[in-house]
């Protein structure tokens, strides 16, 4: 076994142990660059390689302590330390080329784009992932949007780094995890699929091809659904876009009443005393009555939060794309989803004859 000194070979105690045990069944001949050769079959060379080893822990140990001090102060004092840092130089100022897709994963989040869907959308683009190559996962792309660099927060100390988003932004991103599931998350691959209900049932409608080849949005046939309500994909989604483009100048002028600080410490808190309760009741500490009626408590904050939340990021949607309505044919279907979900709180396709109007069979509800 050759190696470039004894210490390089281990530097815990315990690891040469293993290696000694080893040397007893097969012995062999360890040979070092630096420092000569040493016969590790014998107690003397064993005696040796025990001394340098122990020496090399206490080295190690001595370093990451100096280390680990060293970052200690640069947190302390409001600087990036360990590692690197995506988007950033050592310096802390923004990296334009990072810089610049922290800015693209950022707005597609508050746009409503899941971390799934981003992280396809900057693969396909061939963007440089952080660990190297051009493939993203989901993981990734979250481990950056709950980074505390992006965010300018070191636990309890505020960065002193440049920043590369908003205090607003920075509250709505740590929000939306907070708030009920959106359902433009649900599905990319058409502009309404498992968005829009069937009238009959209430179920989300699937996508579907039918035996001639038509595209169609239909309901289940399943125990739950009644499976009898179909509409033509193409037609509907015309209907829809058409339809949306009318309430967009609407819903963008209702405001939101709460700034994004004070939805997230209201979202914050009644997460937590959901959590709370749950833990209470399931250890026998209330009774089901008093679980019952603080879990509503609860949700009823989460629900007037979230109302206030969506209207947030409707602003900032229309703000990103002013004319969405009339140009979301060149947006990826991802983005579309989101145009529609932003002014739209539920989407009805209701069941009907040929003979019928067909857009008398959609029914938009818009949001609050």
């Given at each position: 076994?050759?190696?470039?000194?004894?210490?390089?070979?281990?530097?815990?105690?315990?690891?040469?142990?293993?290696?000694?045990?080893?040397?007893?069944?097969?012995?062999?001949?360890?040979?070092?660059?630096?420092?000569?050769?040493?016969?590790?079959?014998?107690?003397?060379?064993?005696?040796?390689?025990?001394?340098?080893?122990?020496?090399?822990?206490?080295?190690?140990?001595?370093?990451?302590?100096?280390?680990?001090?060293?970052?200690?102060?640069?947190?302390?004092?409001?600087?990036?330390?360990?590692?690197?840092?995506?988007?950033?130089?050592?310096?802390?100022?923004?990296?334009?080329?990072?810089?610049?897709?922290?800015?693209?994963?950022?707005?597609?989040?508050?746009?409503?784009?899941?971390?799934?869907?981003?992280?396809?959308?900057?693969?396909?683009?061939?963007?440089?992932?952080?660990?190297?190559?051009?493939?993203?996962?989901?993981?990734?792309?979250?481990?950056?949007?709950?980074?505390?660099?992006?965010?300018?927060?070191?636990?309890?100390?505020?960065?002193?780094?440049?920043?590369?988003?908003?205090?607003?932004?920075?509250?709505?991103?740590?929000?939306?995890?907070?708030?009920?599931?959106?359902?433009?998350?649900?599905?990319?691959?058409?502009?309404?699929?498992?968005?829009?209900?069937?009238?009959?049932?209430?179920?989300?409608?699937?996508?579907?091809?039918?035996?001639?080849?038509?595209?169609?949005?239909?309901?289940?046939?399943?125990?739950?659904?009644?499976?009898?309500?179909?509409?033509?994909?193409?037609?509907?989604?015309?209907?829809?876009?058409?339809?949306?483009?009318?309430?967009?100048?609407?819903?963008?002028?209702?405001?939101?009443?709460?700034?994004?600080?004070?939805?997230?410490?209201m979202l914050t808190a009644a997460s937590t005393e959901m959590?709370?309760?749950?833990?209470?009741?399931?250890?026998?500490?209330?009774?089901?009555?008093?679980?019952?009626?603080?879990?509503?408590?609860?949700?009823?904050?989460?629900?007037?939060?979230?109302?206030?939340?969506?209207?947030?990021?409707?602003?900032?949607?229309?703000?990103?794309?002013?004319?969405?309505?009339?140009?979301?044919?060149?947006?990826?279907?991802?983005?579309?989803?989101?145009?529609?979900?932003?002014?739209?709180?539920?989407?009805?396709?209701?069941?009907?004859?040929?003979?019928?109007?067909?857009?008398?069979?959609?029914?938009?509800?818009?949001?609050?």
């Amino acid at each position: 076994m050759v190696v470039w000194h004894l210490d390089r070979l281990y530097r815990k105690p315990r690891e040469l142990e293993q290696l000694l045990d080893l040397l007893d069944v097969r012995p062999i001949r360890v040979e070092s660059v630096q420092g000569g050769s040493f016969d590790l079959n014998r107690h003397e060379g064993r005696l040796f390689a025990r001394q340098l080893v122990a020496f090399a822990n206490y080295e190690s140990a001595h370093k990451g302590a100096r280390v680990a001090r060293a970052q200690q102060q640069r947190a302390t004092r409001g600087l990036l330390h360990g590692g690197r840092h995506y988007g950033y130089l050592d310096n802390g100022t923004l990296y334009p080329p990072e810089a610049w897709t922290l800015r693209r994963i950022v707005d597609s989040y508050l746009a409503g784009l899941s971390v799934a869907l981003i992280a396809r959308q900057l693969t396909h683009a061939g963007i440089p992932a952080p660990a190297g190559g051009t493939s993203w996962g989901a993981t990734t792309v979250r481990a950056i949007l709950t980074s505390s660099r992006l965010h300018a927060q070191r636990g309890a100390h505020q960065g002193r780094w440049e920043r590369a988003i908003t205090p607003d932004e920075s509250a709505l991103i740590r929000a939306i995890p907070l708030g009920p599931r959106r359902d433009a998350t649900r599905s990319s691959a058409t502009l309404l699929g498992a968005m829009a209900r069937c009238g009959r049932c209430g179920n989300r409608l699937v996508s579907a091809v039918t035996s001639k080849g038509q595209r169609v949005y239909r309901c289940r046939a399943q125990s739950t659904s009644c499976g009898r309500v179909a509409a033509d994909m193409q037609r509907t989604d015309r209907a829809v876009i058409s339809e949306v483009a009318r309430l967009q100048s609407s819903a963008s002028t209702r405001l939101p009443v709460c700034t994004p600080a004070t939805l997230l410490a209201m979202l914050t808190a009644a997460s937590t005393e959901m959590i709370t309760a749950a833990e209470q009741y399931g250890a026998g500490k209330i009774t089901h009555e008093v679980f019952l009626r603080r879990r509503r408590r609860s949700t009823s904050i989460i629900a007037e939060a979230d109302t206030d939340l969506r209207r947030h990021l409707r602003v900032k949607l229309l703000r990103q794309h002013p004319d969405a309505a009339s140009t979301i044919d060149v947006l990826a279907v991802g983005h579309q989803r989101t145009i529609i979900d932003a002014p739209v709180s539920c989407l009805t396709i209701q069941p009907g004859r040929p003979s019928e109007s067909f857009d008398s069979r959609i029914e938009l509800r818009p949001r609050a």
